[in-house]
């Protein structure tokens, strides 16, 4: 069972910067598509970013496109979003997601459903102030 554990969250200010890592459980992401997850008081979930593993395609959601970056080491089986010019609107708690692969090719196609991802991390918290 593959385990998530997010870090990095805090407080900053608008226009700031905050890394968020995620360590998983198992020493290879080589059979997971992952992704970055938030979800805001009263909210649904949504999604941010996404990292196929098999070929190193990455993928953003529209409101993060050029502010955030995805990336990992899959040696440290660490997944990091870099998060700059950070807008009060991207307070949030953010939840590492991981998809098995399981010999079926998945796509990001926006929007991704949160239900399309089966392990999770317990979130951690982002806020930004004005």
């Known amino acids: 069972q593959l385990r998530l554990v997010e870090s990095g969250g805090g407080l900053v200010q608008a226009g700031g910067s905050l890394r968020l890592s995620c360590v998983a459980s198992e020493r290879t992401f080589s059979n997971y598509y992952m992704g970055w997850f938030r979800q805001a008081p009263g909210k649904e979930r949504e999604f941010v970013a996404g990292l196929s593993w098999r070929d190193g395609s990455t993928y953003y959601a529209d409101s993060v496109k050029g502010r955030f970056t995805i990336s990992a080491d899959n040696a440290a089986s660490t997944m990091y979003l870099r998060m700059n010019s950070l807008k009060p609107e991207d307070t949030a708690v953010y939840y590492c997601?991981?998809?098995?692969?399981?010999?079926?090719?998945?796509?990001?196609?926006?929007?991704?459903?949160?239900?399309?991802?089966?392990?999770w991390g317990q979130g951690t918290q982002v806020t930004v102030s004005s």
């Open positions: 997601a991981a998809r098995y692969f399981g010999g079926s090719y998945y796509y990001f196609r926006s929007p991704v459903p949160a239900a399309d991802f089966g392990f």
